[in-house]
């Protein structure tokens, strides 16, 4: 049965850190490209970060450039969304997704929540002093 699993949110005050995990079962990384997506109280959900089938290439959301990086281990088959200088506005639940489609760009599918297949049951990030 194909499923991807997230873990690591919580509560971290403004400024810090934390590491999402995606745990992907059922497939290998190689052949799904894996997106981030977030969704705030009140608003939609939006993608954040996303990487290709093989990892090859990565898509961010304009508001964590530079703070926020997706990442691969293969052995694992797992996904990181490493996420540093985090902000009050960075507050959301986030969900992994997974799907294994073609001649689509990683930025279209980073664009668009109706492009991916499969989705985990969200962590909830809460940024506050």
């Known amino acids: 049965q194909l499923q991807v699993v997230e873990s690591g949110g919580g509560l971290v005050q403004p400024g810090g850190s934390l590491r999402l995990s995606c745990a992907a079962s059922?497939?290998?990384?190689?052949?799904?490209?894996i997106g981030w997506f977030r969704q705030a109280p009140g608003k939609e959900r939006e993608g954040v970060s996303c990487?290709?089938?093989?990892?090859?290439?990565?898509d961010y959301a304009d508001s964590v450039k530079a703070r926020f990086t997706i990442s691969t281990d293969n052995a694992k088959n797992t996904v990181y969304l490493h996420m540093n200088s985090l902000k009050p506005e960075d507050t959301a639940v986030y969900y992994c997704?997974?799907?294994?489609?073609?001649?689509?760009?990683?930025?279209?599918?980073?664009?668009?929540?109706?492009?991916?297949?499969?989705w985990g049951q969200g962590t909830q990030v809460t940024v506050s002093s």
């Open positions: 997704a997974a799907d294994p489609r073609r001649h689509t760009t990683i930025q279209t599918m980073c664009n668009s929540t109706r492009l991916w297949d499969y």
């Open positions: 059922g497939f290998t990384l190689d052949y799904y490209a």
């Open positions: 990487i290709s089938r093989g990892g090859g290439i990565t």
